[in-house]
């Protein structure tokens, strides 16, 4: 059962992979793919990690695009890991996005590691503004009908003498921030001080993975103090 | 080689005589390798010594003359200050200095600049300075190298490491001549063809191994209990034996138990005697505070791990006392040595079994100890991800030929078999990654160029000896005391159980009770408890399985029609349990079902030791599963394991089947978190994983993501990938001790005793005390999160603004996929 969640008068539904889907909209969300993350690791002369990272970002992405039928897609930004990971992307991953993108209407939305992702099809913008929601990468600090990413937030709960961590979305009234999507990328604790100084008066977490288990954000004594 | 004038000298003014031993390695000081075999406090030290201070004495030697290696930091610089006392008072012209990681940069810079003629180090250390360009030079003069606690090393990966280094050296060294110094080992000659050059031959000298140990049970008035592991039980009985002797060492198998006992210890001490704590994730300040207080006389009882098994000098030790099962007869006696470091005194040594069944466990290591019967599994072949490592190392120091460093990786005895598609496996994953689809060849890490390979980018040098060596501290946190500025360090623990813990837990640490505070990036704050009762009274410790010689003694003894030697509580419940169902024998396995508190209850005795009997249970209740069953849950011993289950097994047979179970082991166990921490161990051995990264820690952890990601994505794309391969093997033994399970199966042989009760047996009750209760996974999981968010939520539930908006849905209506589809 996805209950999903209303925000901005909006029901939103975290789906278990990651992505945002906005049935009002038919519009479906998707934040830091980091694509090409594998191979600007090598590039940099760091591991070597295992070259199908991408391949399963996007066999992901097309399994949630085919669950969906979406008429836009959004990408928060981070999507390629940086400008040159795209010249990284073999030519049956690059045609694989170029496909998704003359199918459906597509924005990229630049990000810190990808200020205009170009040859892939699609649009770009900074931000962009649909009804009451407005899409960014970096969540501003009074913004309000907001959904963004950057952050990967991650949540950690105890059960019983083990913990489960797993990436999450936190929203309040006024944003959303969304977990990270690509492959290959990792979580910041939804404890970190920068979380919790965007949602000064708490929030809600909702859980990646087969149930969209939703979990307050535990309160820390910092969480006044914003610094994004 | 007689002995100089000098030397003799100062032998006799000390009023002592040459040991027989050192004699033998003067004399045999040219021979190419030396296994030195002898008891603690048998001037081993000395005797590997002798023959390079013989050599230095006419003060002719230019540069690096003898490198000195030991498992222990800490032992490298005792061994500096046991030295400096003969070279002092024979005025011999040497420079003796130690190298580990806490020496300073500025220091090493000037080692290498100016080598001493004898440098003491670590494993670890000397595989970095072979990763220099410069090592060639540094090593050139190199004549002799001695390995301490060579036992210690062999039976790790640091050993490996320490042994591939090696032949790096011996490969800039030409002459070098090896001595290994071992405690009492089971398998002397493995230990040599772990040390000698392949195949160069390896003379074994072996010390008189001393007096019997003086050892037994110690008698405490009330019967240990029926499971458990603290050994509270015994503390007054403890405390006696510590105010009648001078200083007592008190080791313990975890560390969870040991800062328990400690903690009920001081509880007790009402004479208020000075007794220590000591293990190895107490910070080196508060180590060395005991250390030294321990070495001044100041301290009566050190409540200890195998932090203290290695042969440091704490003078006058008369009695060590083991807590728990010793779980391997080697283990005990070499902590039995700690005491009496005086050669030809015996060592006195009690056992203080912590529940019923470890009462039979120690009667069994006690007969061993006697017999002389040590235990011990022999090591495979080496281990790939370290050579791995090895590779790289080499690649860092400058160009190389493939042929040139896989004949020099062969001279090392645990890669003697070594087949040359194995070895090009592992260069190819060095090189390139060595995945199936071969993805941004442009950046491999390194380049063939006419036979000869190197690294594409020399910055990577830098990388690869941050990440040197095959200890696993990567899973540690920091643990300080919260204050405003740069709270004091307490050490470390496992990130495993830190992640557990929640504000206001409480724990305890250095023998301290200590709440939890916060989780900050990479450290654990916390506050002290005062006398509170800690709420968690345990952390995750390293769990020893008992070895496979003591069990078989264990189920010899089993074997017997009565056990006079065992104490009356003890001989009833065995003869008890002989009654009501039977005893395990060796080459059966027995399983007993009974109804128990409305469930069905199913306890398999294996006897292959805790690691393989969890194995064990996640194989058999996944069939059991399978066979619609419905297992709940297990417990894990090192003999047994019982599992919950909602429909009783009726024919236990086909659970056993070892090709359904090997079946399982390849494929479903691949999924388990052991197989995952497994493989983390070897993916950063390897180097697919940084241990440490230049420059500072990044603050949150976005940029990283876990080796479990790596591993599922190798499991989905390339099952065959060498470090899966590497993982697959590595589970044969270790925590997934598959190995041991296999051994288990062809040792029955399908002989399987199913014996049906109404009620719990003697043997089993105390599994149903076991701590480590496994959930079945799968929908557990799941459904032990929503219970827990269910309760935050509404715990929260007040907080949380009133208004529809930014609050949770809880919809009646389809579920998440159904709803979407409708969606306009």
Redesign the interface.
Known sequence: ?????????E?L?L??SGAL?W??A?TLIFADLHLGK??RM??R?????????V??TLRRMEADIA??APRLVICLGDSLDDDAAIA?L?PSEAQRLRDLTLRIDWIWIAGNHDPAPSGLGGRSADAASIGPLTFRHIATPDASGEVSGH??PKA??????????RPCLL???DRVILPAYG???????W??P?LAGLFP????AI?T????????IPC?SRSRRASA | MTLPTRFQQWFSERGWHIHPHQQEMIDRAADPALLLIAPTGGGKTLAGFLPSLIELADGMHEGLHTLYISPLKALAADIRRNLTTPVTAMQLPIRIEDRTGDTSATRKKAQRADPPHILLTTPESLALLTSYEDAPRLFSTLSRVVIDEIHALAENKRGDQLMLAMSRVQAMAPGLRRVGLSATVEDPPAIARYLARHPDPCRIVMADPGPDPDISILRVEEPPPWAGAGGSHAIPAVLEQIRRHKTTLIFHNTRAQAEIFFHNLWLANEDDLPIGIHHGSLSREQRERVERAMVAGELRAIVCTSSLDLGIDWGDVDLVIQIGAPKQVKRLVQRIGRANHRYNAPSKALLVPANRFEVVECEAALQAVRERDLDGEPRGPGPLDVLCQHIAIRAASGPFTATGLFAEVRTVGAYAGLTRAAFDDCLDFVATGGYALRAYDRWQRLIERDGVWSLRDPRAARRIRMNIGTIMDTDMLKVRLKSRGTGQPLGDIEEGFATTLMPGDTFLFGGKVVRFETLKEMTVEVTRQGNKEPRIATYIGMKIATSIQLSQRILRMFAQPDWPSLPAHTRDWLHLQRSRSRLPEADRILVETFPHDGRHHTCIYGFAGRNAMQTLGLLITRRMELSGLHPTGFVASDYAILVFSLEPVTDPAPLFDSAGLRDGFDTWLGGNAVMKRTFKYSATIAGLIDRNVAGPRRTGRQATFSADILYDTLMKYDPDHLLLRITRQEAQRGLVDFQRIEGMLERTAGRIDHVTLDRVTPLAAPMFLERGYVPVEGAATERLLADAAQRLMDAAGLDLDPATEGRLFRMAGPDATGAVRNAP
């Not at chain 1, 950690?156 to 961590?165: M, P």
């Not at chain 1, 008066?201 to 809600?204: E, I, L, M, S, V």
Request: glycine share 16%.
């Open positions: 059962m996805n209950p999903g969640f209303l925000f901005q008068g029901r539904f789906l278990p889907w049935p009002g038919a594998a191979e090598a590039r002369g760091g591991a070597v990690l295992p070259p199908y990272e391949h399963d669950l969906t990284g073999s952050y990967h950690r709960l105890a059960l019983r003498g083990r913990s489960v961590s929203h309040d009234r492959t290959y990328t990792g979580g910041l604790d404890t970190a920068v008066t708490g929030g809600c859980l993975g087969p149930t969209p288990h939703a979990v307050p820390t």
